[in-house]
T-cell receptor
């Protein structure tokens, strides 16, 4: 079974600075998808960025980018120019190409200081 | 269009009672998922529906939990004889379904269930 580990329960960043959230995963599969979701206090899970494992190029969405290291099974999220609205719980998630359910990590609370 | 809609937003009930949680997916989405998020934890998969296929119930924690999806649209998650450990946020998601490539899951706001 696949597992996802987020080793940072909580992180803080100063507004306008850069922060990196860590995620590692365990799988025996060679093809899969990885995601970062944001969950603000409203509870709704918002997809931030996704990565296909067969693509070597790291995904980027505006201020959000990932560092995907397939051999190391690492998938970190970098948030540049942090904004107060980025404060939320961030979840890393894995999905097999053969399955449908998402496997989530325990989450990292991100606090943004003004 | 409208997103995934869940009701009620919050539910408080006494231990031992049955509860029903509702999910209305995005129109046209054939895949529907239920997840449970316990306090301070990540999401735990419960059940998955895809079209008319038999649901994947592999994540249901006990036989007190069941779900159905009527007409390929609205889904109801039922918890019988609730226990205090059932207290959690129950999140529903939908997607366009399986097929070539990835179909992102879109989540509702969840139902916060509190068992007294």
């Amino acid at each position: 079974a696949q597992t996802v580990t987020q080793s940072q329960p909580e992180m803080s960043v100063q507004e306008a600075e850069t922060v990196t959230l860590s995620c590692t995963y365990d799988t025996s599969e060679s093809d899969y998808y990885l995601f970062w979701y944001k969950q603000p206090p409203s509870r709704q899970m918002i997809l931030v960025i996704r990565q296909e494992a067969y693509k070597q190029q790291n995904a980027t969405e505006n201020r959000f980018s990932v560092n995907f290291q397939k051999a190391a099974k690492s998938f970190s999220l970098k948030i540049s120019d942090s904004q107060l609205g980025d404060a939320a719980m961030y979840f890393c998630a894995y999905r097999s190409v053969y399955g449908n359910k998402l496997v989530f990590g325990a989450g990292t609370i991100l606090r943004v200081k003004s | 269009g409208a997103g995934v809609s869940q009701s009620p937003s919050n539910k408080v009930t006494e231990k031992g009672k049955d509860v029903e949680l509702r999910c209305d997916p995005i129109s046209g989405h054939t895949a529907l998922y239920w997840y449970r998020q316990s306090l301070g934890q990540g999401l735990e998969f419960l059940i998955y529906f895809q079209g008319n296929s038999a649901p994947d119930k592999s994540g249901l924690p006990s036989d007190r939990f069941s779900a159905e999806r009527t007409g390929g649209s609205v889904s109801t998650l039922t918890i019988q004889r609730t226990q205090q450990e059932d207290s959690a946020v129950y999140l529903c998601a939908s997607s366009l379904g399986t097929g070539a490539g990835d179909q992102p899951q879109h989540f509702g706001d969840g139902t916060r269930l509190s068992i007294l």
